[in-house]
């Protein structure tokens, strides 16, 4: 059945200048990687989002779209927009930019819409935050990667999990034709998609892993003894008072040998996620699979859960209430999550009501298929005036990939870190034309771009904190997304230290 019928439409176009279109399918018999081969398999830019709460409960939506409208993407104050064949160069600030583009539309509402039926969709490299803070540019630029880049779409298909069913979602813009053009234009659309959905899958998608012939060789950027050395001079700076806590992260590179959506299939089976993301932007692809929330806009609520603290999975039940009681009790651990907890308090602050801002839940545990994290709830208010494009620079980028206090942390960061650090310690978001955002942190992602990926880890480093210990903690963070890899190459049973690892000259 579709929704609305014409004379609602009609009504609806009165205010409005973006009215949905809906059509409401059951979703049995598809999966959201299943519908998305389906739609998208051959398409140049695409996303899919998809969600497990907590790590272990499917989220109740699952987004996924092709075929952008407008595309955008900025490097420094270089902004370039494209439609179609159309390309706009614009000189300024990438998110003042932003705001402008999301607020170009008033869309209409209809009961029922999922929290996200057109908008961007994308990423904001931690560079990005040159264009906000002082940082300094010490470290080399040597992927040229776009500072953000955003997919504009107005046709989707979102995964209702509970109600177990698609909603194939056209918004139509009455501003650019008239309300009949327009409501049928979007009616043809929904039938297309809905004609690709009931064609299925080729032969060949039912394949999960790849055939990589060559063994994986993994690169770390950066050398133990650099790393290292980097600590040494970070704990430095926490003892001069510069900083409570920096977060150094290095880079692996590695070439995959597989057909990137194996990755991310790979990547959903050993590491669900409350934010799971498969970004194709032509021939650059951003996959991850986060644990951890940026900020949350909702109307003029404003979420925030800063994650501090994690600790391996138990074999059993007891085992894993003893880990848990152990995280908690950790002076350490508390110590280091106040402080974030603070931190988060501070940057929700500054776009909140005054007196808004609340710890609703403080150190609980979440567990995840491997870990479990020490996480706090944090909400308030968004203060008159600003829109969710403000809430998020606020909180851009997040304290526990930089430091505290986070300025002095990130200017640290590139002082020490040799080369700049891309989507990793940013944000892959949506953002909609009602002002509603949801972000994440860019971590356990991958970055894909010719036949190379990249992906990168860190460790807070604190004044106490043990150089080899923090080294090892980077690389074991990074070890859930080379299982993956190796999965998706065709060895499910991937070793704990799959591949062999290739260090750059001692230094």
Known sequence: MIRPDYR????????????????????????????????????RYACLLESIERGEQIGRYTFLAARPYMRIRSEADEIIIERGQERERRSGNIFDVLKQLLRAHQPAPLPGLPPFAAGAVG???????????????????????????????????????????????????????????????ALSDIATLERKLARGLRPIDWQMNGRARNRLSVKAGTSRRRFEKSVEQAKHYIAAGDVFQVVLSQRLDFEPGVAPFHLYRALRTVNPSPYMYYLQFADTYVIGSSPEMLVRVSGRKLEYRPIAGTHPRGGTQAEDERLEQEMRADEKEQAEHVMLVDLGRNDLGRVSEYGSVKVRDLMYVERYSHVMHLVSALESELRDGLDALDAFAACFPAGTLSGAPKVRAMQIIEELEPVRRGVYGGSVLYADFAGNLDSCIAIRTMVLKGKKAYLQAGAGIVADSDAAKEFQESMNKAQALLRAVEMARGNSSAPGRPGRYSRPARG
């Open 123 to 185: 990423y904001f490299a931690y560079d990005a935050v040159r264009r906000l803070e002082n940082i300094g540019s010490c470290a080399k630029n040597d992927l040229h990667l776009p500072d953000c880049a955003l997919m504009f779409f107005d046709r989707l298909l979102a995964f209702d999990h509970l109600r177990h069913q698609i909603h194939i979602i056209a918004m139509a813009d009455v501003s650019a034709e008239s309300p009949k053009k327009a409501y049928d234009r």
């Open 8 to 43: 609602q439409f009609h009504l609806l176009a009165r205010n409005a200048s973006l009215v949905p279109v809906m059509k409401s399918v059951v979703a049995d018999l598809l999966t959201p990687v299943s519908a998305f081969l389906a739609v998208a398999g051959r398409e």
